[in-house]
């Protein structure tokens, strides 16, 4: 081999690895907002799942702070369906607290950032939500199914820009709509292992919080939930079990739709994403413009938050009108249901909002231009979303039955998607109850209550916590999660 040959052999192996690690045009440099230093590495980018119909997938990656090259990788999913994974990132355990300004927010680091101990991927799925888009509109038209194919898809090509973190053990999460994303996901991930697909993604189990699982389920755990918490009497809770004959999911009879007509007037007014919070109605300074998006442009300001620096008043998640479960079929959008339910509450996402429609801080994080990705908004009604995987209940049975562990977690004061739902199916599964019953602890206090069953689940309760629990319980999220992850007991 003469020299010249042997200089461009060493240029291509120098090429191959360098070709086969975290790329450096991914790496955000500066965050306009923050003027510390990181605590560790961010990256962020387009994945493009379809070249025809250019269609691209954005995430936002954050190492770890504590050990990136042994630490989990978890995927987040925000829900909606239509909402951005942003949402986790702003308001629940992203890296940073946002804090309101005025003009662009000012980003403090946030003490309790599930990045402490873990790679976080926070990914706008499908196309058209967040910074998520294609060139090609009838992609806009999906559902279940073609969501879980692309976030597939979207992994598959990720795990290839960063071959490094194949090894590391690797989670999918999310939360509210997320319950249906996470283990449809989840279901993908495990058929392609099967099938030998390559790159092999280290998959170790999920995490679902307060999420809908199931028509039958979560649509009968409200009642039950308004009795307990005290929001309706024992003598309509007797009459409506006696009228619906606890079938309140679909009812057509007569009476116990009255019934149940009650049980609304009950609980109108309350924050459905956390009964124990305030619930402002039409308070002029919560009106806030949204630019060019949808949305509508006033919004009902709601309870405080629990974060050192309190950013909105209320979340938009998703969100259920009272008694409206997911059902096969279209799903009608956030801005939708806004725009003729007086009743679904509202958000302050001021602070996102203009974070994420800056120009400079789009080129930071290497998201296109609002005249390319258009405007971001926390729950877009671009996309006209369907229901068409049914019940979650036969996907948990496989995946937890083939070893992937698997932990379902409830706010215990969330309305939304109430506890007594994911209790009840979690229970219905049928396995063994290994770790019966009792409190868990954070600091020498009550965080909530674990039944730890057989087969690597897990149902856990967040005490005082409404929907979005990491919002509204920080401290107590990253208990959970880190020692969940690391296979400790909770
Ligand atoms: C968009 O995609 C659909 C379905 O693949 C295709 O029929 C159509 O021609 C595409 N439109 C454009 C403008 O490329
Ligand atoms: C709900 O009710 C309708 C009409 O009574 C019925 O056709 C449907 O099967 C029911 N759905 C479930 C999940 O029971």
């Not at 039950?224 to 009497?233: D, R």
């Not at 309509?236 to 309140?248: A, H, I, N, P, Q």
Request: charged content about 20%; some cysteine.
């Amino acid at each position: 081999m003469n020299k010249i040959t042997f200089s461009i052999c060493i240029t291509f192996t120098f090429l191959f690895f360098s070709a086969h690690s975290a790329p450096e045009n991914a790496a955000i440099s500066q965050i306009p907002g923050f003027d510390g230093t990181l605590p560790s590495k961010h990256y962020a980018g387009y994945v493009t799942i379809d070249e025809n119909h250019g269609k691209k997938l954005y995430y936002y990656y954050v190492l770890s702070e504590r050990n990136p090259s042994e630490d989990p990788v978890v995927l987040w999913l925000n829900g909606g369906p239509g909402c951005s994974s942003f949402d986790g990132f702003v308001y629940e355990h992203g890296p940073f607290n946002f804090e309101k300004t005025g003009g662009l927010p000012k980003l403090h680091l946030n003490p309790y950032t599930w990045t402490k101990v873990s790679n976080v991927i926070y990914l706008d799925s499908p196309a058209g939500v967040g910074l998520s888009y294609s060139e090609n509109k009838t992609d806009y038209i999906t559902g279940d199914i073609a969501t879980a194919l692309d976030a597939h898809k979207f992994l598959l090509e990720w795990f290839k820009i960063y071959p490094e973190y194949l090894s590391n053990p690797f989670f999918i999460s999310g939360e509210s709509y997320a319950g249906v994303y996470v283990p449809m996901l989840s279901y993908e991930v495990v058929k392609g292992l099967d099938a030998g697909v390559i790159p092999t993604i280290n998959f170790k189990g999920y995490m679902v919080g307060n999420g809908v699982a199931d028509e039958v389920f979560d649509g009968n755990a409200i009642v039950p939930f308004a009795h307990g918490m005290g929001l309706i009497s024992d003598e309509l809770y007797e009459e409506v079990v006696t009228v619906c004959e606890g079938k309140y999911y679909n009812s057509t009879k007569p009476d116990c739709e009255r019934a149940l007509s009650k049980v609304d007037e009950d609980v109108a007014g309350i924050n459905m994403y956390n009964i124990l919070e305030a619930c402002y109605h039409g308070d002029i300074s919560s009106k806030i413009s949204l630019g060019k998006s949808n949305l509508p442009a006033s919004f009902r300001k709601l309870g405080e938050t629990e974060r050192p620096l309190p950013v909105r008043t209320r979340m938009f998640g998703r969100a259920w009108p009272f008694r409206a479960p997911v059902k096969p079929g279209y799903v009608p959008s956030w801005p939708e249901l806004l725009n003729g339910a007086p009743a679904v509450p509202c958000t302050d996402d001021v602070v996102a909002t203009i974070w994420l429609n800056n120009e400079e801080v789009r080129k930071a994080i290497h998201a296109d231009p609002i005249n390319v990705a258009g405007d971001w908004v926390i729950c877009t009604d671009k996309i006209a979303y369907y229901s068409d995987a049914g019940s979650m209940i036969p996907y948990h049975k496989i995946l937890t039955a083939r070893g992937y562990r698997a932990l379902i977690f409830s706010g215990d004061h969330d309305l939304c998607v109430p506890f007594t739902g994911s209790e009840a199916w979690t229970r219905s599964l049928g396995y063994q109850v290994i770790d019966e019953w009792r409190r868990w602890w954070v600091d020498d206090q009550v965080a909530g209550f674990i039944q730890g069953y057989d087969n690597g689940l897990t149902f856990l309760t967040i005490k005082g916590s409404g929907h979005t629990v990491p919002e509204y319980k920080p401290k107590e999220a990253l208990a959970f999660y880190s020692r969940w992850l690391e296979g400790k007991n909770i």
